[in-house]
């Protein structure tokens, strides 16, 4: 049997020569954007940045991508499993504060038109949906707790609910986020994630996107639906935001998906 390789980054995305930001060149052929920023655009709510700077930040990134700043629907993120449905009264969250986002979720999907999902994530997952036959699309921000909740299975469970889409309808695709190589954790993760944790030179390493590859398996989704971005926020630390390296000062990036 031969084995299939996977696709480079170069066959995934397409950079933008002006915002050196990334876009998902799949979502495109379906009409939609999925993007994502990189570190300099400070778009995370912290203490040390004035908040009308991180929204400055966050319409200008839209901009860029050409998608309408005041359709965004934004989201808490307390990395939990619950997913909501936003409807029309949700368009514009967390274009002028913090406590303007949606409150207690990790996940979000939505067929309103023109909605615009975005999500935050400095080493965690940005997991991206389109079902282009219904005319859906979802966001999810996924960590180890996220995935220990199986939060990427939940989504797709939550399409077919929702939008009755079969998992051949979904095309699906994961920004930057901390891989195997650098994702150093404690051995009782291997209690709760198995063989997705490995041992090298006496460390733990946990393949998260490995996991989450296995979580859209099991529910029906092929590989060749998925498109890797490929990145490692800690191993490109000068371009991406990582929490595991940075600390409590680590910006985020973001990730936004709209339907046009
Ligand atoms: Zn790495």
């Not at 994502?36 to 929204?55: C, W």
């Not at 309408?68 to 274009?95: M, W």
């Not at 994530?121 to 979802?138: E, Q, Y």
């Not at 041992?199 to 998260?208: E, V």
Request: proline fraction near 4%.
């Amino acid at each position: 049997m031969t084995k299939v390789k996977p696709p480079s980054k170069k066959a995934v995305l397409r950079r933008d020569a002006r915002s050196k930001c990334y876009w998902f060149k799949a979502f495109r052929k379906h009409k939609a954007i999925a993007a994502f920023s990189i570190r300099r655009f400070r778009i995370n709510f912290l203490p040390q940045i004035k908040e009308a700077v991180t929204i400055a930040h966050r319409r200008l990134f839209c901009r860029l991508m050409d998608v309408p700043f005041d359709k965004l629907v934004s989201l808490e993120q307390v990395h939990g499993a619950n997913i909501i449905k936003a409807g029309p009264e949700d368009l514009g969250k967390g274009t002028r504060s913090r406590a303007d986002e949606i409150k207690g979720t990790d996940a979000v999907m939505t067929d309103t038109p023109g909605a615009v999902l975005a999500i935050r994530t400095a080493d965690c997952a940005p997991l991206f949906f389109l079902d282009p036959r219904h005319k859906a699309i979802g966001m999810a921000h996924i960590g180890w707790r996220g995935a220990s909740e199986r939060l990427a299975s939940k989504m797709v469970q939550a399409f077919r609910r929702q939008f009755l889409s079969k998992p051949d309808d979904l095309v699906v695709a994961l920004g930057p986020t901390i891989r195997s190589c650098c994702y150093e954790v404690g051995s009782e993760f291997h209690d709760v994630f198995g063989h997705f944790v490995t041992k090298r030179s006496g460390s733990f390493y946990f393949d998260l996107v490995g996991w989450i590859f296995e979580e859209l398996r099991s529910e029906g989704i092929e590989r060749h639906q998925i498109h890797d971005s490929l990145l490692c926020t800690s191993c490109m630390n000068n371009e991406f935001s990582s929490y595991r390296k940075e600390g409590e000062k680590a910006n985020r990036m973001w990730s936004v998906l709209t339907l046009k």
